[in-house]
């Protein structure tokens, strides 16, 4: 069974730092993209940032281009979204995924990943 498990969410003051987590158990996830997503209430879920299957590429979300940064260790089956200057508008419920199959081309619609955590909760107060 394929679980994603995210860690690292709290409470921050704006400008603040997180480092989010998200570890892989049950399926070797270097053969795939791996995205972060959040859902802040009463929004729809959106894209945060992704990363190829090897490291090589990365996209952002604009709101966040700048500010956080992706990563992953294929070696220890994780995924890591470093984010800095933390703004209020950042207070959401953040997952991360796993792309449906190999791709290229880093996607960056939920409809596109599988397997998501069950998400760690981020909280910027002003």
């Known amino acids: 069974q394929v679980q994603l498990v995210e860690s690292g969410g709290g409470l921050v003051q704006a400008g603040g730092s997180l480092k989010l987590s998200c570890a892989a158990s049950?399926?070797?996830?270097?053969?795939?993209?791996m995205g972060w997503f959040r859902q802040a209430p009463g929004k729809e879920r959106e894209f945060v940032a992704g990363v190829n299957w090897n490291g090589s590429s990365v996209a952002y979300a604009d709101s966040v281009k700048g500010r956080f940064t992706i990563s992953r260790d294929n070696a220890k089956n994780t995924v890591h979204l470093q984010m800095n200057s933390l703004k209020p508008e950042d207070t959401a419920d953040y997952s991360c995924?796993?792309?449906?199959?190999?791709?290229?081309?880093?996607?960056?619609?939920?409809?596109?990943?599988?397997?998501w955590g069950q998400g760690t909760h981020v909280t910027v107060s002003s």
């Open positions: 995924a796993r792309s449906r199959s190999f791709v290229w081309r880093i996607p960056t619609t939920d409809t596109a990943f599988v397997n």
């Open positions: 049950g399926l070797a996830v270097s053969s795939y993209a």
